[in-house]
């Protein structure tokens, strides 16, 4: 079993931004981010293969936000930038599962908060 724990999240202003961290008790594992804001489903925000070689992104967050990894630390990253009211959600790191052009993981973490106010 994979544990994952988020932190980095927080209170911040339109257009500021925030670095997501996610600790992994395993490594070389492909690791991702989700978001999901109230009412919604949870959607994909973002995902690195298990040596950071390729990436994938939602549209919505294309050249805003940015994935990485440390696998020296087991450890990934979200980057978010200019961040906007529509960004508020809880935002979920994920690892291990199926990366190809798709990412299906196969454990999440218990999220961390991120608000955006205008």
């Known amino acids: 079993q994979v544990q994952l724990v988020e932190s980095g999240g927080g209170l911040v202003q339109a257009g500021e931004s925030l670095r997501l961290s996610c600790a992994a008790t395993?490594?070389?594992?492909?690791m991702g981010w989700f978001r999901q804001a109230p009412g919604k489903e949870r959607e994909f925000q973002a995902a690195?293969?298990?040596?950071?070689?390729?990436?994938h992104y939602a549209d919505s967050v294309k050249g805003r936000f940015t994935i990485s990894r440390d696998n020296a630390k087991n450890a990934a990253y979200l980057q978010m930038n200019s961040l906007k009211p529509e960004d508020t959600a809880v935002y979920y790191c994920?690892?291990?599962?199926?990366?190809?052009?798709?990412?299906?993981?196969?454990?999440w973490g218990r999220g961390t908060q991120v608000t955006v106010s205008s």
């Open positions: 690195i293969n298990w040596n950071g070689a390729d990436t």
């Open positions: 994920a690892a291990g599962g199926y990366f190809s052009t798709s990412y299906y993981p196969g454990y």
């Open positions: 395993a490594s070389s594992l492909p």
